[in-house]
């Protein structure tokens, strides 16, 4: 099975800003009559310069344009709320935990992510509190959803090291996933990693999606 590889294609022009191009093919693809702009995308994402966009505000707007969002995750958003530089350390690790303290605003995220809470209070988000799995992605694309998935991008890459990243994977064929990678820039300025359609094995994919071992971190799944 495929989907089509059509759908729009947004490099990360400025190597923080994947979350928003993944968004913006997402929506672009659903949403065709919108032409959607990097400002909306940012606006969607509450972004902040040179800072992590988190999902937590991007999920509950997407509700709200009327989508279908079904997220997987493990993260316990009211333990990180009440102590969020402590449990970093304890769900992801030092490393991981340093980079996301380092690169985000904390205090903007518990907010967007008290939002989140009150949408699933009230039973506005399909939040599936267990570690997606190949089966569970392909059944997901076979259903007509697009998939932000997050990925430590050294390992997609055949690198040591941790770069926490999204990509949207719309299709797949055998043992193969296809992914738009917006991948990011050096520092000139230049595209590095950015792949439309790239063709992911399995394996390579879910030990790039891996935290810890078998322990996969975020899928956001959209569809209209």
């Known amino acids: 099975m495929t989907q089509s590889t059509e759908i729009p294609f947004f ?5 923080m800003s994947c979350g928003q191009c993944v968004y913006r093919m997402a929506l672009s693809h659903f949403l065709p009559e919108q032409n959607f702009s990097t400002t909306d995308m940012d606006e969607l994402c509450g972004a902040i310069p ?7 505000l991007p999920v509950t707007k997407l509700s709200d344009m009327g989508l279908n969002v079904v997220t997987y995750d493990m993260f316990d958003t009211e333990q990180f709320i009440k102590s969020p530089n402590d449990y970093l ?5 030092a490393e991981i935990a340093k ?41 997901l694309l076979d259903d007509g959803y697009l ?29 193969n996933f296809i992914a738009h990678d917006p991948g ?13 359609n790239r063709i992911i094995s399995e ?22």
């Open 203 to 224: 394996d390579i994919l879910y030990n790039a999606c891996c935290i810890k071992a078998d322990k996969t971190d975020t899928l956001i799944a959209i569809k209209r």
């Open 11 to 15: 490099g990360n022009h400025d190597g």
């Open 184 to 196: 990011g820039n050096d520092d000139n300025g230049d595209a590095v990693h950015q792949y439309p």
């Open 89 to 93: 350390h304890e769900f992801y690790g």
């Open 99 to 139: 980079d996301n303290i380092k690169n985000s605003d904390i205090k903007s995220v518990t907010t967007q992510a008290q939002r989140y809470l009150d949408y699933f209070k009230l039973n506005k988000l399909n939040t599936v509190k267990a570690y997606h799995t190949a089966s569970i992605l392909r059944e």
């Open 147 to 175: 998939i932000n998935l997050w990925v430590n991008s050294e390992k997609l890459n055949h690198q040591d090291g941790f770069s926490g990243h999204f990509i949207l994977v719309h299709g797949y064929e055998g043992s």
């Open 50 to 56: 040179g800072k992590y966009t988190w999902p937590y």
